[in-house]
T-cell receptor, first 112, second 117 residues
Framework: DQQVKQNSPSLSVQEGRISILNCDYTNSMFDYFLWYKKYPAEGPTFLISISSIKDKNEDGRFTVFLNKSAKHLSLHIVPSQPGDSAVYFCAASARNTDKLIFGTGTRLQVFP | EAQVTQNPRYLITVTGKKLTVTCSQNMNHEYMSWYRQDPGLGLRQIYY???????DKGDVPEGYKVSRKEKRNFPLILESPSPNQTSLYFC????????????????FGPGTRLTVL
């Protein structure tokens, strides 16, 4: 049972435009959400996070939106750059647990 | 430099031959974890450890063992590897167990690509 889902395995965006990566979850106990970025031959690196008490968190070109009623979060990258080309994983954790549940990942390609 | 290291980075072995993948972190983190990444399945947690001598199963622990005798090391042991354990493995660590307010994110090692023939 996939508790965190990224339904788009890949996304292609032109440089300078907005990239929107989506993530859905099923467990209403999740209260903390993160995005990780992964380049080939490297481990994932933390990108941005959001607590369930917020609906938006912004860090430079990256903004994460959380819609609790829809159990949906999204990552916006504006403007997209070729260096953003990577696999993006969303992850979630629930109160009183010690685990992160990861989604299946979305491969973003930003072309010139 | 703060980092998580894994060895080996690549390993090809045969079914049934015991192997160990080492993981070490130099950040004095309490929490360490092992994940495997498979196409279409994302990252799945195998085992994790909240501190020395404290380990617990993740979502896919079958066929794996771990130990946490020292704070910095968290080896992953495959006693009798099988082809379905062919995967990309990541070790990760964080200061505490649970990510909170962006101050406790997990730091990942570079990965170990394991092939079991």
């Amino acid at each position: 049972d996939q508790q965190v889902k990224q339904n788009s395995p890949s996304l292609s965006v032109q440089e300078g435009r907005i990239s929107i990566l989506n993530c859905d979850y099923t467990n209403s106990m999740f209260d903390y959400f993160l995005w990780y970025k992964k380049y080939p031959a490297e481990g994932p690196t933390f990108l941005i996070s959001i607590s369930s008490i917020k609906d938006k968190n912004e860090d430079g070109r990256f903004t994460v939106f959380l819609n609790k009623s829809a159990k949906h979060l999204s990552l916006h990258i504006v403007p997209s750059q070729p260096g953003d080309s990577a696999v993006y994983f969303c992850a979630a954790s629930a109160r009183n647990t010690d685990k992160l549940i990861f989604g299946t990942g979305t491969r973003l390609q930003v072309f010139p | 430099e703060a980092q998580v290291t894994q060895n080996p980075r690549y390993l090809i072995t045969v079914t049934g031959k015991k192997l160990t993948v080492t993981c070490s972190q130099n950040m004095n983190h309490e929490y360490m974890s092992w994940y495997r990444q498979d196409p279409g399945l994302g990252l799945r947690q195998i085992y994790y450890s909240m501190n020395v001598e404290v380990t617990d199963k993740g979502d896919v622990p079958e066929g794996y063992k771990v130990s946490r005798k020292e704070k910095r090391n968290f080896p992953l042991i495959l006693e009798s590897p099988s082809p379905n354990q062919t995967s990309l493995y990541f070790c990760a660590s964080s200061l505490r167990g649970r990510a909170e307010l962006g101050t406790d994110t997990q730091y990942f090692g570079p990965g170990t690509r394991l092939t079991v023939l």
